[in-house]
């Protein structure tokens, strides 16, 4: 089955920007989503990305897919305090309709002022 | 847009108690919803997928006579924990899809203890 791999802790200054990286294993037509979980909330959609894409840029927020590696990375550029939270890679694939995601373990980001 | 409301955000009841759990999709119609439950400092892990007008479709492992699911409207579905027990403690999350190939938006989350 599929699986999605995430580095569990990453600590930035206010002002830097974080890279949070993400590995999967699914070799089919995937949907491959970032989600954002604020303590004790549910998860907001960031953004997200089809597997015949190479990046995405929406803002603050820049996706890039490398598919040979299947490697996912998600830039947050001048990262806030309130960027501090816990940041999900999610899979979609073909293989079960793009309906159930595949979670990685999430990574805490932690930003200090 | 693409709001799911969830509803009650926390519950603390006596064992042996059931508890029902609302998912709602305001502002649109969801063909799908899905209930996934979370322990703390992991990840989500889904318990079950839920087509309007159709049965449920349980994860292994999960209780379908424990774990109730009803999906009976394109905006509603509910989790109703039957007998619950301080083991079935934990954060409950439902999302909801509108087409398979749409982004699943998630409710805020219902916090269980089960004293």
């Known amino acids: 089955g599929e699986d999605v791999e995430q580095s569990l802790f990453l600590s930035v200054r206010e002002g830097d920007s974080s890279v949070i990286n993400c590995t999967y294993t699914?070799?089919?037509?995937?949907?491959l989503y970032w989600y954002k979980q604020e303590p004790g909330a549910g998860l907001q959609l960031l953004t997200y990305?089809?597997?015949?894409?190479d990046m995405k840029q929406d803002q603050r927020l820049t996706v890039l897919l490398n598919k040979k590696d299947k490697h996912l990375s998600l830039r947050i550029a001048d990262t806030q305090t309130g960027d501090s939270a816990i940041y999900f890679c999610?899979?979609?694939?073909?293989?079960?309709?793009?309906?159930?995601?595949?979670f990685g373990t999430g990574t805490r980001l932690l930003v200090s002022p | 847009g693409a709001v799911v409301s969830q509803h009650p955000s926390w519950v603390i009841c006596k064992s042996g108690t059931s508890v029902k759990i609302e998912c709602r999709s305001l502002?649109?119609?969801?063909?799908?919803m899905f209930w996934y439950r979370q322990f703390p400092k992991q990840s989500l892990m889904l318990m079950a997928t839920?087509?309007?007008?159709?049965?449920?479709?349980?994860e292994q492992g999960v209780e379908k006579d424990k774990f109730l699911i009803n999906h009976a409207s394109l905006t509603l579905s509910t989790l109703t924990v039957t007998s619950a027990h301080p083991e079935d403690s934990s954060f409950y999350i439902c999302?909801?899809?509108?087409?398979?190939?749409?982004?699943?938006?998630f409710g805020d989350g219902t916090r269980l203890s089960i004293l």
């Open positions: 999302s909801a899809t509108q087409t398979s190939n749409q982004p699943q938006h």
């Open positions: 699914d070799s089919s037509s995937t949907y």
């Open positions: 990305i089809f597997s015949n894409m």
């Open positions: 999610a899979l979609g694939s073909m293989n079960t309709g793009f309906q159930k995601l595949v």
């Open positions: 502002d649109f119609q969801a063909t799908t």
């Open positions: 839920s087509n309007e007008g159709s049965k449920a479709t349980y």
